[in-house]
């Protein structure tokens, strides 16, 4: 079985999209409501309705590329949330969907790498990157 996803397209940098948040390990399940034109049923509830917000590097606070999820925060929701882009870390994702490609980078299949922030990470982050003062 091949286990590459496909990932849906992301907002403009800066700009906020509501999206309807899916598990990517249902088989059947769209990962976006532009995918919604399917004609398999959902196996799957979605998990959530949430904000998306993009910042590409290296104009974002840390200089790096960035995705926030704004989601609704009762611990079901946010757990979901998190155990899904858990699983992604599974899956093979094709580089040619990543907003950081470069023509060595290109077409090459990848892991991600997610995870939760840890405290201060982010302003580490950016004073590594010249970001603050």
Not at 14 to 25: E, G, K, V
Not at 37 to 60: E, I
Not at 70 to 89: F, I
């Amino acid at each position: 079985k091949d286990d590459r996803i496909k990932l849906p397209k992301l907002p403009k940098a800066r700009m906020a999209s509501l999206r309807t948040l899916y598990d990517p390990l249902s088989d059947n399940t769209p990962m976006d409501d532009d995918l919604k034109q399917q004609s398999q049923p959902l196996k799957r509830d979605p998990l959530d309705s949430a904000l998306v917000l993009t910042f590409p590097g290296p104009n974002s606070f840390t200089g790096e590329d960035i995705v926030e999820l704004h989601c609704h925060g009762s611990r079901a929701v946010v757990q979901g949330v998190l155990s899904a882009l858990k699983s992604l870390n599974l899956r093979n994702i094709p580089s040619s969907q990543s907003p950081s490609d470069t023509p060595a980078t290109a077409g090459k299949k990848r892991r991600l790498a997610l995870r939760p922030a840890d405290p201060g990470e982010f302003t580490q982050r950016a004073y590594a990157h010249g970001k603050l003062g």
